[in-house]
């Protein structure tokens, strides 16, 4: 028998033939090998979902995260907390039947170009993506196209790396720390799909901000429920898992010799994450060179947490330039911080000079502080003293974190302990009177959604049950693109002028019947304004000025009107002065003016300028019942150098007497209070010399019915003559030469520089 030998060419196939079947046998290993490994992810995922309460995504972002920290493969890890060996039998696959990627492919996915591919490939099924760009923040601020999916490759290429301050939608998001979802106004602009519609999910990772996913839709777009919303978050937070690290790592050690290297004082701290977010910093080191400002010892310091070591600080500026820092990698070069250390009951200002740099995965904290100014815990001292007795109290709201700042005394106004967290503005109707909350809506409406000032008096309700009847007047914060970024105000406890007015409404009602009411109204009237206005000015201590004033009543007692004037220190050693008529006659004038004499008092002491006080003034005269209307000059004098600054509201310009004669001082342009609801003054300068004499006055000492108001003041100036050193007798030399036929009443302030 002949045996037949193969040919070479049938040799060659059966050797081809061999090698497929080994392909073939281990693809078939592979894909066995993965179908195990995601079931035991899925297993694990599952425990994992029922033991923290979460979504399924959620927890594979959980599970990627514990695998990456631990350095094992996530299979292993999943494995281990399934209970399950790494090579057992394969477990059934239950059919997903979530609408969105598989957490389980997700998670085991080993690259983060197989994870672009397994969200499109699953979310495209479901929600229609059509393409998936991962995005990576590169030191500098740039971002580079990490993986993608769906996008045609020139347009990839093209995109690959975004310079910083190109305005993409995902520069955005890696700046301000904020998701963008389809139909935001900031998920448009330059990136990869111009056309389509787009959603942009930020990568973190241990707090940093890494990157961000974007998802592509087609026009025009998903409606995304909340469920689907939080899934998406966590998807995204499997990608930041799946990031490559950018620079170089420093040696251990090293960052202990840099910080003792440095010749300024400086810290050296590491975030502590909660739920994957910055919550605090521990302080890990201290250079030799550093001097805590409370006078700790090192050892204290090093090892504590930053909030509980400097907790005031950190609430007034220190913890979110640190924190930024953090996110951004954008380091904090040299800015003058002004902060308040506390411990106990010390209290202790101080400006800090703070430079931050970001060092692998720490911050290196450059800390000098700077000299104070001098006599600020003086100035300070006064100013509480005078919003405590003017009873004003002020507060700021960032509308971006929610933080709180009120000044001394808001607690007191609310009745609450001094301890006590500062309430938001928008619980503000829990403590109002039920009557009072509607006015309350509109002053918040107002300045939250139309960016204007508003004002309201109201009801504050305290714990004891009673009320406080209470002014507020609020402004917007607004940023350069008029985005809202905080309010602040003040609150004016206006409980005596409310029940003043309480009083005379119950006079006005006693009267109502009798047959002397008009006659009594116009003596309460009277009695009121002479009340108010004191006969002689306040002592200006060493201030180096002299001031005089006179109020004259009209000649009948039914012209009784609203003029009024004011003299006031103020903390800051300059002085206030200030003359007004409010519009009518009779009690209705009367209360007008305390309503404004008050309110310019109470705002005088936040060292406003007189063109800023006259609008807030103005927005008190509206929101007064009766739409009060009113003339007025402000004036701010310093009295070290002479130096004034003045506006007016349609009133008549004050008067300088100089030894050259008199002169009336130019009109500023400023509509009279309560016309106009967003009225601007304008400022105007001049300077009172030694012996020159500063003359403040009402329309009764001059107006006349045949003649002009000017020629009128002309005449009447250079009647009087030089003031000389007597300014009492000066005035009464005024009003005894007074051209006025109007039988008005009349308010006079003269102020001479020694």
Not at 647 to 671: K, T
Not at 673 to 683: D, P, S, T, V
Not at 724 to 741: C, F, K, M, T, V
């Amino acid at each position: 028998m002949t045996v037949r030998r193969p040919s070479p060419e049938a040799t060659a196939t059966a050797a081809a033939l061999a090698e497929t079947v080994r392909r073939l046998q281990n693809a078939a290993q592979r894909v066995s090998a993965e179908a195990r490994g995601r079931s035991a992810v899925d297993l694990a995922t599952g425990i994992l979902t029922e033991r923290l309460g979460v979504l399924p995504a959620e927890a594979a972002a959980h599970l990627a995260r514990l695998a990456r920290e631990a350095g094992v493969p996530i299979v292993s890890l999943a494995a281990d907390i399934a209970a399950l060996p790494e090579a057992g039998p394969e477990a059934p696959v239950e059919p997903a039947t979530d609408p969105l990627p598989a957490p389980s492919a997700l998670a085991a996915a080993p690259d983060l170009q197989h994870a672009a591919d397994t969200v499109l490939e699953q979310s495209g099924e479901s929600l229609d993506v059509h393409a998936v760009a991962v995005w990576q923040r590169l030191p500098g601020g740039a971002l580079a196209l990490a993986a993608y999916a769906g996008l045609p490759a020139a347009e990839a290429d093209a995109w690959s790396r975004v310079p910083p301050g190109v305005p993409t939608p995902a520069q955005r998001v890696v700046a301000d720390g904020m998701d963008l979802w389809p139909g935001d106004p900031d998920a448009t602009g330059p990136s990869v799909g111009a056309a389509s519609v787009r959603a942009v999910l930020l990568l973190l990772d241990h707090g940093r901000r890494r990157g961000a996913l974007e998802l592509l839709w087609h026009t025009p777009g998903p409606a995304l429920g909340a469920s689907q919303r939080r899934q998406l978050r966590a998807i995204a937070d499997l990608c930041a898992t799946l990031l490559p690290h950018v620079g170089s790592a420093v040696p251990p050690g090293a960052s202990a010799d840099l910080l003792e290297g440095l010749v300024i004082p400086a810290l050296l701290l590491e975030p502590v994450l909660r739920g994957g977010r910055v919550a605090d910093f521990t302080v890990l080191r201290v250079n030799a060179r550093f001097r805590d400002p409370l006078g700790r010892p090192r050892q204290v310091l090093e090892g504590a947490s930053l909030l509980e070591a400097y907790p005031v600080a950190s609430a007034t500026g220190l913890f979110e330039r640190l924190l930024h820092v953090h996110e951004t990698g954008a380091p904090l070069r040299g800015e003058s911080v002004p902060l308040v250390f506390h411990d106990h009951d010390l209290a202790v200002p101080a400006t800090v000079l703070l430079g931050v740099v970001p060092l692998a995965g720490q911050l290196l904290v450059e800390w000098q502080q700077e000299a104070g100014r001098p006599g600020a815990a003086e100035q300070d001292a006064l100013l509480h003293q005078a919003q405590r007795l003017a009873r004003v109290a002020g507060f700021e709201e960032r509308t971006v974190d929610g933080r709180i700042r009120w000044s001394e005394g808001l607690r007191e106004l609310y009745g609450l302990p001094a301890d006590a967290d500062p309430l938001p503005l928008g619980r503000l109707t829990e403590r109002t009177h039920p009557d009072d909350a509607p006015a309350v809506r509109r002053l918040l409406d107002l300045v939250r959604r139309r960016h204007r000032s508003a004002a309201a008096v109201f009801r504050l309700a305290q714990p004891d049950g009673t009320h406080r009847y209470t002014r507020l007047v609020v402004e917007p914060v607004l940023d350069d693109e008029g985005r809202l970024t905080a309010v602040r105000g003040a609150y004016h406890d206006v409980s005596a002028q409310h029940w003043t007015e309480v009083a005379l409404g119950a006079t006005r009602e006693r009267l109502a019947d009798s047959e002397q009411e008009s006659a009594e109204r116009e003596q309460l009237a009277l009695r009121l304004q002479q009340a108010i206005l004191p006969a002689a000015p306040p002592p200006l201590g060493t201030s180096g000025l002299r001031a005089a004033v006179r109020y004259r009543p009209a000649a009948k007692r039914d012209r009784v009107g609203g003029d009024w004037y004011d003299v006031l220190l103020l903390p800051d050693k300059r002085v206030l002065l200030a003359v007004g008529d409010v519009a009518g006659h009779g009690v209705g004038a009367a209360t007008g003016m305390v309503a404004l004499r008050h309110a310019l008092r109470g705002l005088a002491v936040t060292g406003a300028g007189p063109a800023r006080l006259l609008e807030w003034v103005n927005t008190v005269a509206l929101r007064e019942p009766g739409q009060v209307t009113a003339t007025a000059v402000c004036v701010v004098l310093d009295p070290a150098g002479g130096e004034m600054c003045w506006a007016r509201a349609g009133h008549l310009p004050p008067v300088l007497v100089g030894s050259d004669g008199a002169e009336v001082l130019p009109l500023p342009q400023g509509v009279l209070l309560g016309a106009l609801e967003e009225a601007h003054y304008e400022e105007r300068t001049a300077r009172l010399a030694p012996g020159d004499v500063l003359l403040l006055y009402t329309d009764g000492l001059v107006e006349r019915r045949d003649r002009p108001v000017e020629e009128s003041v002309d005449q009447l100036v250079r009647a009087a003559g030089a003031p000389g050193p007597d300014l009492e007798r000066y005035l009464d030399r005024l009003l005894e030469l007074s051209p006025a036929d109007t039988e008005d009443d009349t308010c006079l302030i003269a102020v001479q520089a020694e």
